[in-house]
């Protein structure tokens, strides 16, 4: 891993269009609550003079690696292993109470994905995992599967991975953990997909395993949950005119993070018969981008994995 080197790991998604809109001011303070291997993080920290930046990722691996690209930066860049989820108190203990800009660029990293024994791809055969914070106490995949029900199995994988097949596939994976062979792996959860599918029943280009291993990937972090939470977090944090970027990868983040900009901006979601406002609608922000911005092609065929990328931003009123 030393010899690796760490700009190689993972492509930054829509670099120039996060700097364009967080448009980082000399002594400006910014917030990557997702720092991955620090892509945005070096872009945001070069772009002005005395930027500083707070960083956070849940994942020690992550951490290691953004320290590496960060070094050079000293004391401008303070680097926290933490779930956003914490941001607040993250913030508070680096005794900051606003900032000009947060930046989420959400999902997993390239190095996770990549890496067999983290057991987030079907294209490697290794334990599955999935945490993104591995190696805490949190529930793996495997065990998730070993604990839920097949009720709950499938709804999980219908929710989280809109996977039309869901019943069939929580089906089979519970039939294997009835007959003593539960799903240990990536390669025994892809092939428990596919026998459940059927070869050919999938219409998509996709390999019929993807839904899957999506759904639980946001299950086994919790990646739906603490998104809405995030966001109105990240813009109580804001300074006045402050920007909060939020890149997504599938429809399902995407919806949260426009449904929320949408709450915040003070549009009332009362019942039209109800004579007053109850629903405590209050502006907060200002939607700068009516459509998402999505990466063009040259981006997409250089970084393939940019394809379903999706950027939106706000800006706190
Ligand atoms: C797409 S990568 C970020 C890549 C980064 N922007 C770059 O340019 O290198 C997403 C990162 O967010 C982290 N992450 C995802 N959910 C998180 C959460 N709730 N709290 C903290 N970090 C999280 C993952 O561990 C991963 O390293």
Known sequence: MSSEKVENLHASVLLNECLEMLA???GGI??????????HAEAILSAAPDVRL???DRDTEAIALAQRRLAGFGERARIVHANFAALKEVLEAAGVRTVNGVLADLGVSSLQFDRPERGFSFRFDAPLDMRMNAGSGEETAAELLERLSEEEIADLIYNYGEERFSRRIARRIV?????GEPVRTTRELAETVEKAIG???????????TRTFQALRIAVNGEIEILEGFIRDAVEILKTDGKLAVITFHSL?????????????????CPPRLPRCV???????EILTRKPIAPGEIEIENNPRARSAKLRVCRKV
Do not use: M, N
Request: glycine letters at 10%; one cysteine or more; charged letters at 35%.
């Open 24 to 26: 980082p001011q000399a």
């Open 30 to 39: 910014f917030v990557d609550a997702t720092l991955g291997l620090a892509g």
């Open 54 to 56: 707070i960083g956070l």
């Open 175 to 179: 039939w294997k953990r009835e007959i």
């Open 199 to 209: 070869r050919g029943r999938s219409k998509d280009k996709i390999h019929p395993a």
């Open 253 to 269: 983040e995407d919806r949260i993070v426009k449904q929320t900009f949408r709450k915040l901006t003070g549009e009332c979601s």
């Open 279 to 285: 629903c405590g609608a209050e502006k907060k922000v």
